[in-house]
Every structure is written in C-alpha cells, then in structure tokens.
C-alpha cells in the first residue's frame, strides 16, 4: 500500500510526464441471464449490469478526488454476448446492443465493450448472428465496443471469419460514413485475445474470471523512467476500488496508451531514444527495447500484472505518429512491422474509403499471422472512411483523436482470401 508521501510524488509528475489512470474497468459474468426467451434475456442483462456497477462511477469519482489521481474513464466489460445469447431464435442481436447501450447510460460507463465473439476455431450459429449484426450494433449505439476473436497460436487463423470481418468492416463504415465511419473505430479483430483487457475496443470479461473483476489500466508515454511508481499508483486505485464495490482485483494493465496532446506520444519517446523521426531504420528495435522495459518495470511493482501491458502505437491517438505519417516516414507497411514487438497492432488506422473488403481481410489476415506465430496478442482496427483518400486527415474526437488517411498498397489478395478454410496452428500449439 502506498503511503501519503508516494502518493504526493506521484502527484507531482502528473502535470509534467502526463500521467494518468486511463481507465477502471468492471468486467461483469452476464452468463446467469441466459434465456431463450430475447425480452427475458434483455431485461436480465440490464438488471445484472445495473446492479453489479450501480456504484462504479460514484466510486472511481470518490477514489480520484481523495488520492488526487486522475481517473480519465470509467468502463464495463461483459461475457462475450454470442456466448450469451445463443439460446436465441431471433435474427439479429442489436436489440442486446441496445439494451447495453441503456445500461451503460444508466450506470453513467464511457464505454461498454463485450459485444463480441471468439471463432477462431469455428463460427457457432451464434457467432455468425452477433457478427452478422455488428454494423447495425454499431451505429445504432454511442458506447458499446465489439471484437471478434479471429485466431490464435493454438488453433491458427480462422480465414472464413477473416473474409467476413473484412466485409463487416465496410458494411459498418457505410452505416456510419455521415460520423466518418466512426462506427469503425468501435470495432477490433484479435488474435490472441486475452480475458483481462481493459482497453477498448477489445475488452471482454471472459469465463474464467468468475462473476465480477476489477482491472486497471494505467497509460502514460511522458513517464517511461517512473514504471514501477505508476503501477503501485494503479495497485492503489485498484485496492480501493475492489473494496468499496466489492468486486474481486483482476489485474493492472501498464501500457503506455498515447493521447494527442503534445507530450503524450508513445513515437516522441522512440525519437527521444536517438531515431530522427518514428519510422525510419531503428523505429522496430527502439520499440522492442521500449516495450520490454515497460513490461519489466511494472512487473515488481504489483501483485497481478496482465492485460496487454506495454507500447501502443494508434495512430489517431499519438501526436507524434500522426506527425510521423505526415512526414513520410511511417508508412503501413513499418507499423505492420512495428507491431511484431508492440502490445497490439494496427490500431486505429483510417484508410481510404475505397479499399475493398478483401484487402481489409487480408490486412487482418496478415496481423493475425504475427499473432499467431509469435504466441503474442495482436489487434486490427481499421477505418476504411467514405469518400476519403490518402492524406486527408479524419475527426473522431474525444480519445479517439484524428488521424490521416493512410495509403494502401494497390496489389490485391482478393483469390487468397476467398479461399477461406483456415491456416493451420504453428508447430509450437503442441506445447501442452
């Protein structure tokens, strides 16, 4: 536990190195309001919700005022909803995304992710209906997050579902192309997803993590040299809150996550390390050195280290990447490679309106391959913005920042996806 002069210390880097809370997330078991009955199954998901975080807000309010810490959001993570619903004959799960969407504004969350589905291995009747109404979820709702667990080091890359995500894409940034395809930005595909993320777009509860958790997910690019004092400040508010919403500590997720604001970029401390500008030769290793650094550091400092805990490199969140994509010298190709020794992947990333569904497949395809044969999470959220080509710049706004539009190469894997099937897991899945 942290005394009055930790927490003081800690008090006093906030101004200077932009450190912060970036989010207490609940994850909450929604598998109890099973039904095949859909009013029946709304209504439980509501009530359980509204329950369990009746006092999530009021709390992270309360713990932020007393430690002078600031909490930037507040969140809830639920029970993937095609786990939930599948005993379901309706045609469409948007009325559940709405109804998450009531409960979220009821308990006063930023954000609400679970909307979601694991098919690497295979696509469950359930699956394909939650996938199939992911674009409507989306743009009929301000708060929920959706993900799709595509594949994983053990089970390989599931390319039927990869072929669909890529066209889910495009679907849901038709729907929402008056917002800039904002729809988008709410929606990740995964490989290797884990069950403690508290980030979104991604995070899930997952099954094994019991009926309710606490994770904490601490962010701060301006104070790489303070990673121990930032996860004990995250143990802390984690300590806290478990007890007064009495909710089991799940984990603390150290990552550096990027904002906007000049100081608070992930690629300003790449160039920091001796690079002229993130992207160039050196961009993969200083990161790589970076990444471990983090992970190491924030490892002694708390009981229960987990989530993605480490680099992230959105380019509508980080000032400096966004700086460095308008320069010309990170391009998608070096953020693809970039992505083999960060925390996620290709994360919000603004590509021209016109890319076809299967180049998004095939991009997805490719980050789950480094996923895949690395044994490590990788993510994709693309944002294929109508009528935009490369090098106009996008608004999301709130953390989701702004973002230029990225070129594409104009080669096509359009035959390579349609294949469909799957790639088999690497020869390391064995390990038992």
Known sequence: ML??????????MFDQNKLDVRTVTMGISLLSCVSDDEKTLCDKIYDTICRKAEHLTEVTHDISREYGVPIINRRISVTPISLVAGGLTTASYVPIAETLQRAADTVGVDILGGFSALVDRGMSASDKKLIDSIPEALAATKSICSSV?????????????????GEVVKETAELTKDQDAYGCTKLVEFCNAVEDNPFMAGAFHGVTQGDTAIHVGVSGPGVVKR???ITRLGQLVAEAATERLHAPFGIIDLSLAPTSAVGDSVAAVLEEMGLESCGGPGTTAALALLNDAVK???LMASSSVGGLSGAFIPVSEDLGMIEAVQRGSLCLEKLEAMTCVCSVGLDMIAVPGDTSASTLSAILADEAAIGMINNKTTATRLIPVPGKKPGDMVQF??????????????????????????IPAPLRSLTN
Request: a positive charge; zero cysteines.
């Open 397 to 422: 706004g709130g953390l989701m920042g702004y973002a230029p539009v990225m070129g594409i190469s104009k080669f096509k894997a359009d035959e390579f996806v349609a294949r469909g099937g799957k």
């Open 227 to 229: 990673a121990l004092e």
């Open 149 to 165: 667990a595509i594949g994983s080091t053990k089970a390989g890359i599931n390319m039927d579902a990869v072929k669909r995500m």
């Open 296 to 298: 190491k550091g924030g």
């Open 3 to 12: 005394d009055i002069e930790d927490i003081l210390a800690t008090e006093r």
